[in-house]
């Protein structure tokens, strides 16, 4: 059964981080982009980050350059969003998704990604 999962969520003060990690099983994911994408309350969902299969390309969204840093573990099959300083704006659902997008990624869309996880809830809260 294809699945990903992500953990890793929770909640924490404005400054803190969270390392949220989605791990893959019945697929491998060494030749998927992974993006990673949340959705607030009342918001349309949004692409956060993404990393290519070779990890050669990565693309963080305005909001998150320099707090956020992707990476991936072929090995483990897992794919990690270090979130740093986090902001309450940050407070969502974030999902991670896998889609065959050659040596390439993108999160300008979410329709190139096919499999989608269930979602893990991050809050940014004093």
């Known amino acids: 059964q294809v699945q990903l999962v992500e953990s890793g969520g929770g909640l924490v003060q404005p400054g803190g981080s969270l390392r949220l990690s989605c791990a893959a099983s019945?697929?491998?994911?060494?030749?998927?982009?992974i993006g990673w994408f949340r959705q607030a309350p009342g918001r349309e969902r949004e692409g956060v980050s993404c990393?290519?299969?070779?990890?050669?390309?990565?693309y963080y969204d305005d909001s998150v350059k320099g707090r956020f840093t992707i990476s991936r573990d072929n090995a483990k099959n897992t794919v990690y969003l270090q979130m740093n300083n986090l902001k309450p704006e940050d407070t969502a659902v974030y999902y991670c998704?896998?889609?065959?997008?050659?040596?390439?990624?993108?999160?300008?869309?979410?329709?190139?990604?096919?499999?989608w996880g269930q979602g893990t809830q991050v809050t940014v809260s004093s």
């Open positions: 998704a896998a889609g065959i997008l050659g040596d390439m990624c993108a999160i300008g869309t979410d329709i190139l990604y096919d499999y």
């Open positions: 990393i290519s299969p070779s990890d050669a390309v990565t």
């Open positions: 019945g697929f491998t994911l060494d030749y998927y982009a």
